[in-house]
């Protein structure tokens, strides 16, 4: 059983940065996952699709985004550290949502929550108006 480890939500006023990190256990590399994904989710709210990454050569990513997160979010894998960090930019109040990290083991939509096998515990961010 795989392990994600989230760290480095808080809370942050409107227009600030906040970088989260998902560790994943030593036993399973994040480049032998199909992807590794973020998803958030707010209070009320279903959990949605932020960002993934899928290998795409010897140390490199592709990465996908939400519409409502791209060009303020960037996602990143780190080999050395077995890390997947998601930066976060120009936030808003409306990212406000507990945020988890996820890996999928086989091909899927990767939009979709239902395509990911692990799922970290979720750590919380707050943007402050």
């Known amino acids: 059983q795989a392990q994600l480890v989230e760290s480095g939500g808080g809370l942050v006023q409107l227009g600030g940065s906040l970088r989260v990190s998902c560790a994943a256990s030593?036993?399973?590399?994040?480049?032998?996952?199909?992807?590794m994904g973020w998803f958030r989710q707010a209070p009320g709210k279903e959990r949605e699709f932020v960002a993934a990454?899928?290998?795409?050569?010897?140390?490199?990513?592709?990465?996908y985004y939400a519409d409502s997160v791209k060009g303020r979010f960037t996602i990143f894998g780190d080999n050395a550290k077995n890390t997947v960090y998601l930066q976060m930019d120009s936030l808003k109040p409306e990212d406000t949502a507990v945020y988890y990290c996820?890996?999928?083991?086989?091909?899927?939509?990767?939009?979709?929550?239902?395509?990911?096998?692990?799922w970290g515990q979720g750590t919380q961010v707050t943007v402050s108006s």
């Open positions: 990454i899928t290998p795409s050569g010897r140390n490199s990513y592709t990465g």
């Open positions: 030593a036993s399973e590399r994040i480049a032998t996952y199909y992807a």
């Open positions: 996820a890996a999928a083991l086989r091909r899927g939509m990767i939009q979709s929550v239902h395509s990911y096998n692990y």
